[in-house]
């Protein structure tokens, strides 16, 4: 009963209370209980648990027809549990909790029951209608014998026919990855589509930096979903793959007015110390490593499983005091979602290009970074996802530095040159978010596409930095606006991906999407 209350909002209503309600004279002692109880029993077979029920139930309600999930704990004969399922119908659930002679005598005995103190147990177990109490599992929905499982596991068990948790593969969330190298313009792409969502969730660390369009500047995400402003309504969740620089992401937190209601941090991500983000600069500098300390965590995280004692090597969000207001459970969140019907966006960073597994190693990120790997990261199966955006940009980058081949790689010169994007804008933009370091750009890879397209399985291309093309491209507002050069351009892409470019980037400023979604 604690349980429903605390986790669903339940409603208990005890059937002490609606004896009281029938007979108000009656003392509040069990016997006293009992005896009325059964007069009212035999005056009608039960049906007054019905009518007060009902009355009861209409005071929550407030004069409104009243919702939510109501528990009556607990009906004692057959003529109960018939009055109630012909008030409510179809809605109604009975449940029969039970449990050997032994256990239960033994949970009588260690109570708390001022009204209870003179009726030994077996006393109360004479009495008829206590004694044929388990006769009722006859006619229930579900019986759970509540000695055998966890109070977690009897909630999961008696809720089942509730639909209080997905028992279904609805198709509620849709997950934006990038699918090169990072940098692909994900978070303008997600400012975009946000407000269309309920829950967005990310994983990944700070080592990426979304941007998303705003007045006077730009916003800055490093551990939020990019679509915290332009969907203010929607709930926020840091899944359990998530690293965390807890200073950093308080920052972000304080800037943006985030609420602790409205935001969930799972307490299994891992958090990064200032002595990794030191390490982390010291050993992979060489790699152009962004040294914000998530590869070094992430290692602790694997290795540190041995002498875990709170927080000592693997320091977990659960162990930072300076996050508990956000504490929370990802699978709960994602799970009264999806019960919910809701909509979520899950957020990926970086770029597949650099996944752990699936990039050009070693110049590769300490995550998987593939649609995969974000929906393990966050807790949701592959089953509930009904879109995948792929975003890819017209010229991808890499950071400046050791950082990994790119074929073909070419200046922001020559980007200038096709473009007519004036060089000193071109310098001035192409720096990571992150690190503010300049990056290197290259022609549009079609085999990294390619491998892209069959690791992700996207149903939707977004293209991105199209203004690249043409500086004119930022004046279009329809897609046979754009130069013909870019039309060519996505058509070839459709071919090769075989999947619809559904968005397209033309600038960074309000309306700078066009959307060819059909969804």
């Known amino acids: ?42 005056e009608d077979g039960g049906e007054w648990v019905g009518r007060a029920l009902q009355r009861t139930v209409d005071i929550y309600g407030k004069g409104q027809t009243p919702t939510g999930l109501f528990v009556v704990d607990s009906v004692r004969i057959l003529g109960q549990i018939e009055a109630i399922r012909r008030a409510y119908g179809a809605e109604v659930h009975h449940i029969h909790l039970t449990a050997t002679e032994e256990e239960l005598r033994k949970r009588y005995s260690e109570r708390s029951r001022s009204d209870d103190e003179a009726v030994p147990y077996d006393e109360l177990k004479r009495n008829r209608t206590e004694r044929d109490i388990e006769n009722l599992a006859d006619f229930a929905d579900i019986v759970v014998s509540t000695d055998r499982c966890s109070e977690e596991a009897v909630l999961v068990r008696a809720t089942a026919l509730l639909d209080l948790y997905p028992r279904s593969n609805n198709a509620l969330v849709d997950v934006l990855i990038g699918g090169q190298f990072g940098s692909e313009g994900k978070g303008n792409i997600v400012g975009h589509i946000a407000p269309e969502y309920d829950l967005l969730v990310r994983v990944g660390g700070p080592n990426a930096g979304h941007q998303v369009y705003a007045e006077p500047k730009p916003e800055k995400y490093y551990h ?73 965590a992430s290692a602790r995280k694997m290795t540190g499983r041995s002498d875990y004692k709170d927080g000592n090597a693997a320091f977990l969000a659960r162990d930072c005091e300076d996050l508990k207001p956000y504490l929370g459970s990802a699978r709960q969140v994602l799970a009264d979602a999806m019960v919910a019907g809701q909509r979520i966006l899950l957020e990926g960073t970086q770029g597949t290009g650099l996944s752990l597994h699936h990039g050009d190693y070693p110049h590769v990120t300490t995550r998987d970074t593939t649609v995969s790997g974000c929906l393990a990261d966050a807790g949701i199966a592959p089953s509930n996802v009904r879109k995948i955006i792929m975003v890819c940009r017209t010229y991808p980058i890499r950071v400046g530095g050791p950082s990994g081949p790119m074929e073909h790689e070419v200046d922001m010169a020559e980007i200038h040159r096709r473009s007519g994007i004036p060089l000193e804008e071109l310098e001035q933009k192409e720096r990571t978010t992150t690190t503010n370091r300049p990056r290197r750009i290259a022609e549009f890879d079609w085999l990294r596409f390619r491998d892209s397209v069959q690791l992700n399985g996207p149903t939707d291309i977004a293209l991105t930095f199209v203004d690249y093309f043409d500086v004119k491209n930022r004046k279009a507002f329809r897609f046979e606006q754009l130069s013909q050069e870019t039309i060519s351009f996505v058509e070839e892409v459709e071919r090769i991906s075989g999947r619809p470019v559904s968005l397209l980037s033309t600038d960074f400023n309000w309306r700078n999407v066009i959307d060819r979604r059909a969804w």
């Open 1 to 42: 009963m604690r349980l429903l209350k605390e986790r669903h909002s339940a409603k208990i209503i005890k059937t002490r209370e609606l004896i009281l309600s029938m007979a108000p004279k009656t003392k509040p002692e069990r016997k006293a209980l009992q005896r009325a109880g059964q007069k009212l029993d035999r």
């Open 224 to 296: 939020l979903p990019s679509g915290t402003q332009r969907a203010p309504n929607a709930k926020l969740l840091l899944g359990p793959g998530a690293v965390i620089y807890p200073k950093k992401l308080l920052e972000e937190i304080a800037e943006h007015k985030i609420d602790a209601k409205r935001l969930r941090i799972d307490e299994r991500a891992m958090i990064i110390t200032d002595e990794d983000r030191k390490e982390e600069e010291k050993r992979f500098g060489s790699i152009s490593s962004t040294a914000q300390g998530v590869g070094i």
